[in-house]
Each structure stands twice: as C-alpha cells, then as structure tokens.
C-alpha cells in the first residue's frame, strides 16, 4: 500500500509542479460562471436562469472536456516512463505493474477529482452568494451529483489512457490515439447512432437502441445528469432514447463505476503483457 502511495504523490506533485490542478481549476471555474450567467444569452436573458439548465448546459461541455483533460493528462503514463528511461528502473524495485499502474491512477484522479472540486465548486458557491432567489439545497445537491460524476468520467478516460500508453510504442503514437478515442466516444458514437436510428428503422428492434447508449460512458454521464429534474425528458438528439431506458438512476451510476473498473482491469492486463 506504501508503494502504491508513493507513486500516487510523486503524480500529484508532478501535477501540482505542471500547474495541472491550476489550469483546470481556472478552466472549469470560468466557463461554469460563464455558462451559469450567460448560457441563455442566445433567447435575450443574460444572468442566471436555474439550476437545471446550468447543470445541463454544464454536463454537455463537461462531456466534451473532461474526457480530453484526463487523456491529455494520462496518456503518456506508460510510454512516457519507458521513453524516460524510468519504467526499466521503476520494475528493478519490488513493484507489480499493478501496484505501478494503481498507484498512477490515485494520483491522477487526485488531480481531476481536486481540480473539479476547486473549479465547479467555486462556481456554485459564486451562484449561492449573488442569487438571491436561488434553492440552496437544490443548488449544492446538483452540483454535488454533477461533480462526482464528472469526476468518474474523467476517471474512465484515465483508465482508457493507460490502455492507450499500455500500447502505445511511442508517445506520439498514443497522442494520436489518445485523440481517436475521444473522437470516438464524444463524438464519432452518438452519430453513428443517430445514423442507426435513422437508416435502420424497421431492422432493429425499438428496445434495444436505448441499451445502446451504456456502451458509452460520456451518454452514461449526460443521462445521470439530465435526470432527477422537471423538464430532463426535454433531451435532444440520440439522449432522447434515453427516456426509453428502463434502469433506475443507481443503475447508471453502477455502469459508470463499471466503466472505471473496466478500463482499469484492460490496463492492467495490456501492461503486463507489455515488454519491459
């Protein structure tokens, strides 16, 4: 557990001497503001309008942005080491890839779950202050469920970025696919599955696209939080399954948990199989 530890400390200082908890912080604090305040610019109303509407302007930019902070974050974590020269020496101590890999994985959900705290957590003490007719409990409790859930979001991303580095024979190389895989689940999914609701009426059964959406995590995500309020069934484009889903909101905190573990468990067994 020591081990683990360490190598958890040396990431988050790491973090910390990179600026990594500053600049995300900042990031999400502003545009949470920024969204919180402006986000109905667009039909004539400037300051905010409620709780629900924040949260889910928040949860579609945080879909796009979380994913991308924690592969930026995490994708060299293996492949950095070994160009480094560091991993060859880090596997001459009494350390398991998995003790290794656990212990990267403290760090860095350290850093996103510290950051997110910091940004968004500003944002709703900012709202709880200079509204005056705000709800006070709807307020922190909405936030509260959007933050931990972004949070696992980001964590997911971070077991799919140790995946990626696992692999990866270069770090340019796990950039790349780094980047393919956030295309792939923020944006690349969602489209071929309108395209499959769309060219394939009539060949799929009704009930089984909605399942569909459980195979992405940032769908998993935006549906925890477009439920739990009035007006959530209001969901655009390939969300709007999701009012056809017949799970309870645990269940999708369950999968978004299983999402983390399972990211976590191809990591580990792709770094073993890895040539020191």
């Not at 573990?261 to 073993?272: E, K, N, P, S, T």
Request: glycine share 14%; with cysteine.
């Amino acid at each position: 557990m020591n081990a683990i530890w360490n190598i958890a400390r040396k990431e988050f200082s790491d973090g910390l001497r990179n600026r990594w908890i500053l600049a995300i912080s900042l990031l999400f604090a502003v545009l949470a503001a920024g969204i919180a305040w402006l986000g109905a610019a667009a039909s004539g109303q400037v300051g905010f309008t409620s709780v629900p509407a924040t949260i889910a302007s928040l949860a579609s930019l945080a879909t796009f942005l979380m994913p991308l902070i924690a592969l930026l974050l995490a994708y060299d974590a293996i492949v950095g080491e070994e160009e480094g020269g560091t991993l060859m020496l880090l596997l001459t101590y009494p350390l398991g890839r998995g003790q290794i890999l656990l212990g990267k994985f403290v760090g860095h959900g350290l850093i996103l779950a510290l950051a997110t705290l910091i940004g968004f957590g500003a944002a709703a003490l900012a709202i709880a202050v200079l509204v005056d007719d705000v709800e006070r409990g709807l307020l922190f409790w909405a936030f509260g469920r959007f933050m931990l859930s972004s949070t696992l979001l980001g964590w997911v991303f971070l077991g799919l970025a140790y995946v990626i580095s696992s692999k990866a024979g270069e770090k340019s190389t796990a950039a790349g696919l780094a980047l393919g895989v956030w295309f792939l689940f923020v944006l690349v999914f969602d489209l071929s599955l309108l395209g499959l609701l769309v060219l394939g009426e009539g060949r799929f059964s009704p009930d089984l696209l909605p399942w569909l959406l459980l195979l992405n995590p940032a769908d998993v995500y935006r549906l925890i939080n477009l439920s739990g309020f009035e007006g959530s069934g209001t969901a655009m484009g390939v969300l709007s399954l999701g009012s056809d889903l017949p799970v309870p909101g645990g269940a999708l905190w369950l999968c978004l948990l299983g999402w983390v573990g399972g990211a976590l468990a191809i990591a580990y067994l792709v770094f073993r199989g890895r040539a020191a």
